[in-house]
């Protein structure tokens, strides 16, 4: 059997995203290119560890706004946000299997963007244009109205502030920036969080939303 994509060469791997046998060539050229694979792919999951221990680190001119800094400490003291952020993405992607690391890059940008103006007393907002990402945006900036909320509403608890928020979308970004392998259809971040951060039974059997 020739492999359906090059037309080539012969058909040894068997590709569960197209339902068929394809090369190894094209297994590994169009993964997450043109071939929307799937998390549980056997081929995806060797690879994605074999990209994850072969990892380059992330030059200075890809760092997610390089300029600013905290220590490690500021993000352990606020880890219960931070787990926020991830089970919220893990329970969007739960509902919405489109999802991939760009779409959530996207909304990180774009709510880091927000808060980062909102720390300077300025109201700026701009969701993602794609409908993904938009929706992924309002998951996220919903979980955190929430959270604060709760904090309020806690006596002795101080507010979260804007510019803490901005920080820790920064660390977010960054994270997706190192864990994800940068193509098109990657969902590599979304993994390295799905194995930190699992989610319970119910949240992953919960019913698909349709993003419009």
């Not at 380059?56 to 001119?61: D, G, L, R, T």
């Not at 993000?75 to 893990?90: D, K, N």
């Not at 880091?112 to 244009?129: F, H, K, Q, S």
């Not at 969080?193 to 059997?205: H, N, Q, S, T, Y």
């Amino acid at each position: 059997m020739v492999c359906p994509i090059c037309e080539k060469r012969p058909a040894k791997r068997f590709c569960p995203a197209k339902g068929e046998k394809i090369c190894a060539v094209c297994c590994g050229t169009e993964r997450e290119a043109t071939i929307d694979c799937p998390p549980d792919c056997s081929y995806l999951v060797t690879a994605h560890r074999y990209e994850a221990e072969h990892r380059k680190p992330v030059s200075a001119e890809e760092f997610p706004y390089r300029d600013v800094e905290f220590p490690v400490e500021f993000v352990y003291e606020r880890w219960p946000i931070v787990t926020g952020l991830a089970s919220t993405i893990l329970a969007f992607q739960a509902q919405n299997k489109e999802l991939n690391d760009g779409a959530a890059r996207l909304a990180l940008e774009a709510l880091a963007e927000t808060y980062r103006t909102l720390g300077t007393g300025i109201y700026y907002e701009r969701p993602p244009d794609a409908p993904m990402a938009r929706a992924l945006y309002g998951q996220i900036g919903g979980f955190l109205q929430e959270f604060r909320k709760q904090q309020t509403e806690r006596a002795g608890f101080p507010s979260l502030k804007d510019s803490e928020i901005f920080r820790l979308l920064v660390f977010m970004l960054r994270v997706c920036k190192q864990e994800t392998n940068g193509r098109p259809l990657s969902r590599a971040f979304l993994a390295f969080l799905r194995e930190r951060f699992p989610l319970p039974a119910a949240e992953k059997d919960a019913p698909r939303i349709i993003v419009p």
